[in-house]
Antibody, heavy 119, light 110 residues
Framework: QVQLVESGGGVVQPGGSLRLSCVASGFTFSGYGMHWVRQAPGKGLDWVAFIWYDGSKKYYADSVKGRFTISRDNSENTLYLQVNSLRAEDTAVYYC????????????WGQGTLVTVSS | QSAPTQPPSASGSPGQSVTISCTGTGSDVGGYNYVSWYQQHPGKAPKLMIYEVSKRPSGVPDRFSGSKSGNTASLTVSGLQAEDEADYYCSSYAGSNNLVFGGGTKLTVL
């Protein structure tokens, strides 16, 4: 069965950096695009970034453009999100999600990893 | 890019039907048939319930249906059951390689 397991979250000071990882199993990782979506505590979902199945194209929300970088290693079935210049408003649970063959929606989600930006 | 508007809450009794709206603009909900709906139980990951306005993934009960008129998409849950109590989010393509989520609706089964 499809499994997505995120890691790499933690507490970081404003201006700091983290690298989030998402290990995929149960499907052909190299055949699907992948999303990062975040959810601030008690708030709604917020789309962050998307990467094509082969890494050739990447899309970002305006709020993270220039600070976050999405990447993938298809040989390791792993998705990454490098988050730099972190702000308090980046505090959230970060989910990775698999696209459903079309990048407009996701059919499987991980359980998320919490990033807390605080001094 | 502003988020589509959803009512913060909705409710219904078991067996009843409830409809949740998602109102955007011609640049997102109204401009594309790429509206999807997600269900999220507390502390859990979201689950895809509807995609491309009205299509249901396998395994999603046919009690869940989606539609769109103009700039407003809707999710209808018929024959409400206790396990339908959750948060529901719409999502839409918003052009220029952007996706946008609605603010979410908390559905309560009375």
């Amino acid at each position: 069965q499809v499994q997505l397991v995120e890691s790499g979250g933690g507490v970081v000071q404003p201006g700091g950096s983290l690298r989030l990882s998402c290990v995929a199993s149960g499907f052909t990782f190299s055949g699907y695009g992948m999303h990062w979506v975040r959810q601030a505590p008690g708030k709604g979902l917020d789309w962050v970034a998307f990467i094509w199945y082969d890494g050739s194209k990447k899309y970002y929300a305006d709020s993270v453009k220039g600070r976050f970088t999405i990447s993938r290693d298809n040989s390791e079935n792993t998705l990454y999100l490098q988050v730099n210049s972190l702000r308090a408003e980046d505090t959230a649970v970060y989910y990775c999600a698999k696209d459903r063959g079309s990048w407009y929606y996701s059919d499987y989600w991980g359980q998320g990893t919490l990033v807390t930006v605080s001094s | 890019q502003s988020a589509p508007t959803q009512p913060p809450s909705a409710s219904g009794s078991p067996g009843q039907s409830v409809t949740i709206s998602c109102t955007g603009t011609g640049s997102d909900v109204g401009g594309y048939n790429y509206v999807s709906w997600y269900q999220q139980h507390p502390g859990k990951a979201p689950k895809l319930m509807i995609y491309e306005v009205s299509k249901r993934p396998s395994g999603v009960p046919d009690r869940f249906s989606g539609s769109k008129s103009g700039n407003t998409a809707s999710l209808t849950v018929s024959g409400l059951q206790a396990e339908d109590e959750a948060d529901y989010y719409c999502s839409s393509y918003a052009g220029s390689n952007n996706l946008v989520f609605g603010g979410g609706t908390k559905l309560t089964v009375l």
